[in-house]
């Protein structure tokens, strides 16, 4: 644990259930296992709806389906509460929890040929409000034309942006702030659970780089998330609240007027090991505090709906008899519906960064003291935190962000650079995520350096790039096989380094050069790079390529399962059975090109919507 760590640091007699708070006694949900489906519950162990995983649709989900009264809802996480974990709720102390397999998934990818044959390190939340608990805050939405491409993939134009606009707005509260009066309120929500605008901290030397962007010949953009398009530079929205807080899935979604209600369930620590079927209907499912402790049983009236996440979900998905039936032959899984697209189409925003250092000494590298200068300074941001005054503890880590085009004939002159594979999702979408970082780091925040650096970072927002995942075992305690299959197409290597070679141009440009000490030039720090050839930066691309945290699309959504290694339709429902229905990031048509968080909570607005009506 670091210093910043420690310095925060029924019928049958069964129980009954209370409400206002997080159930850890699972009899009180479900009754024990005898034979799986044919198990007899209790009339209280039946719901309208189960909803697999607490994440960031999950949450959605439970707490939308739950305002009707007469609707039932059992939720049920895997893990605990994100809220109650301090570096959760600080918004610079989420890369403290992913080492931390209570609270963090710790996958990591099989070796990629193409990346130096490095296995990836990907953490994934293990707490209610899933990934939003444990990500850097980035409130972009993504481009207008991905969702237009959604309508296209899905033939339904309710996935228009147009159309599919409504639910942005309908999770978020806009907060507008004074010094950014061009952020246009008027088109951005006002009365969602989920708080959205500029309270988290903007430094000097990220307001230096928006203005060397700028500089470079990238547009200010008012508002990524105003409707328009989503290129240029800007400081970028985060969820934090004006307490300085990070607002999660969880603390917007199950509030303590949410949990209140009768007919909501939420049951943490209940690891789901399979979905129940007759015949080829879902009525229930199969849950466990452990591996080795008593299964519980909980049937539905209604739908199962499964909210486990981008890894986890096609996983209980093949685990319960539904994927490629020869997958599934392999550790004698009865098949009830052969679907071969489940955990295909996996794709990622890989990210590079480039490290300066800082001329003035000012980074937050105290933060992670390594002496006992950065311990007072250290001792001064927990001050001004729990003081409500903000500072280096209320950044988000990446608070400045410029979205472009890798053909952009402004920043990458046709003469100079040649024309690459549009893979964006229109004329008006990126293909590149460039920002800035007031710290540096390696190894996911377990690394340091010992003087004070700045970090800049490209992010290939449209990979070409396509991988998969699969079963180890029948187990749902044995993690997925996973491979991204990272910079397998040539495309995306040349992507990435025209990215580097932008970010090297900005960090040579004033305002923000003159914060850099170029005369640093130690091999570690980039300073230098700039004189390097292509062949040394894609070196660079393979040394330095890590996850974004951005997985999606292995239970994806398409028009039928013929097309594009279906799994799912539009209305949710897996393809080829009855009572069952995918709601995350695993549903993604295609990845967008921005931050995912915010795609996620818009399909359980959406699908909590449908459910709603239909019932009605």
């Given at each position: 644990m670091s210093a910043f760590s420690r310095i925060f640091a029924s019928q049958s007699g069964q129980k009954k259930r209370t409400t206002g708070s997080y159930i850890t006694d699972l009899s009180t949900v479900g009754t024990k296992s005898d034979s799986g489906a044919s198990t007899q519950v209790a009339a209280d162990h039946e719901y309208d709806y189960i909803v697999v995983g607490g994440g960031t649709s999950g949450c959605v989900l439970?707490?939308?389906?739950?305002?009707?009264?007469?609707?039932?809802?059992?939720?049920?996480?895997?893990?605990?509460?994100?809220?109650?974990?301090?570096?959760?709720?600080?918004?610079?102390?989420?890369?403290?929890?992913?080492?931390?397999?209570?609270?963090?998934?710790?996958?990591?990818?099989?070796?990629?040929?193409?990346?130096?044959?490095?296995?990836?390190?990907?953490?994934?939340?293990?707490?209610?409000?899933?990934?939003?608990?444990?990500?850097?805050?980035?409130?972009?939405?993504?481009?207008?034309?991905?969702?237009?491409?959604?309508?296209?993939?899905?033939?339904?134009?309710?996935?228009?942006?147009?159309?599919?606009?409504?639910?942005?707005?309908?999770?978020?509260?806009?907060?507008?702030?004074?010094?950014h009066p061009e952020a246009n309120p008027s088109v951005r929500g006002s009365q969602g659970p989920m708080q959205v605008g500029f309270h988290g901290q903007y430094t000097e030397p990220g307001k230096a780089f928006v203005e060397a962007t700028s500089v470079v010949g990238i547009p200010s953009n008012p508002d990524f998330n105003g409707g328009k398009t989503t290129l240029g530079v800007n400081r970028i929205n985060t969820y934090i609240d004006k307490t300085r807080t990070r607002s999660s899935a969880e603390t917007a979604y199950l509030s303590k007027d949410v949990l209140a209600r009768e007919n909501l369930a939420v049951a943490t620590y209940a690891t789901v090991t399979k979905i129940l079927f007759k015949d080829d209907t879902a009525i229930g499912v199969e849950f466990a505090g452990s591996e080795s402790g008593p299964k519980f049983v909980a049937k539905v009236k209604k739908e199962v709906i499964l909210s486990a996440g981008p890894l986890n979900s096609p996983q209980i998905l093949m685990i319960s008899g539904i994927g490629p039936k020869e997958e599934l032959a392999k550790f004698n899984i009865p098949v009830i519906k052969n679907l071969p697209g489940v955990g295909q189409n996996?794709?990622?925003?890989?990210?590079?960064?480039?490290?300066?250092?800082?001329?003035?000494?000012?980074?937050?590298?105290?933060?992670?003291?390594?002496?006992?200068?950065?311990?007072?300074?250290?001792?001064?941001?927990?001050?001004?935190?729990?003081?409500?005054?903000?500072?280096?503890?209320?950044?988000?880590?990446?608070?400045?962000?410029?979205?472009?085009?890798?053909?952009?004939?402004t920043l990458f002159p046709k003469e100079?650079?040649?024309?690459?594979?549009?893979?964006?999702?229109?004329?008006?979408?990126?293909?590149?995520?460039?920002?800035?970082?007031?710290?540096?780091?390696?190894?996911?925040?377990?690394?340091?350096?010992?003087?004070?650096?700045?970090?800049?970072?490209?992010?290939?927002?449209?990979?070409?790039?396509?991988?998969?995942?699969?079963?180890?075992?029948?187990?749902?305690?044995?993690?997925?096989?996973?491979?991204p299959r990272y910079l397998t197409s040539r495309v995306d290597m040349d992507k990435l380094v025209r990215g580097i070679r932008l970010l090297l141009k900005i960090a040579q440009t004033e305002p923000f050069a003159s914060r850099l000490d170029a005369t640093f030039t130690r091999e570690d720090l980039d300073h230098e790079l700039h004189l390097k050839d292509d062949a040394h930066v894609e070196k660079i691309v393979k040394e330095r390529l890590e996850t974004l945290y951005h997985p999606v699309s292995t239970c994806r959504m398409t028009k039928s399962e013929k097309e594009g290694n279906g799994v799912v339709g539009s209305d949710f429902k897996v393809f080829g059975v009855k009572g069952l229905r995918v709601c995350d990031s695993s549903v993604y048509p295609t990845i967008v090109s921005g931050h995912t968080a915010a795609a996620a909570l818009a399909l359980g607005e959406k699908l909590a919507d449908q459910l709603k009506t239909r019932s009605h």
């Open positions: 439970a707490s939308r389906l739950s305002e009707d009264p007469t609707t039932s809802v059992l939720l049920l996480e895997a893990g605990g509460s994100g809220s109650a974990q301090m570096m959760s709720r600080i918004p610079s102390g989420f890369g403290q929890m992913f080492r931390d397999a209570k609270a963090v998934y710790q996958f990591h990818t099989e070796e990629q040929p193409d990346v130096e044959g490095r296995k990836f390190f990907w953490p994934r939340a293990k707490l209610l409000g899933g990934c939003s608990s444990i990500n850097a805050q980035m409130a972009q939405f993504g481009a207008p034309q991905d969702f237009d491409e959604w309508a296209t993939v899905t033939g339904d134009s309710s996935f228009a942006y147009k159309n599919f606009k409504k639910y942005f707005d309908k999770f978020e509260t806009f907060n507008p702030h004074p010094d996996l794709i990622d925003h890989p990210v590079v960064d480039l490290f300066f250092k800082d001329k003035f000494d000012d980074t937050w590298k105290y933060l992670i003291p390594q002496n006992l200068s950065d311990g007072r300074r250290m001792f001064g941001a927990l001050v001004q935190y729990q003081m409500g005054n903000g500072g280096s503890m209320a950044n988000n880590v990446g608070e400045a962000a410029a979205f472009i085009r890798s053909d952009d004939p100079k650079y040649p024309a690459l594979e549009d893979t964006t999702s229109g004329d008006k979408s990126p293909d590149l995520e460039l920002y800035f970082s007031n710290i540096a780091y390696k190894e996911h925040g377990a690394w340091f350096f010992d003087v004070h650096v700045i970090s800049l970072h490209v992010c290939l927002l449209r990979p070409k790039s396509v991988g998969y995942l699969k079963l180890k075992s029948a187990s749902p305690w044995e993690k997925v096989h996973i491979d």
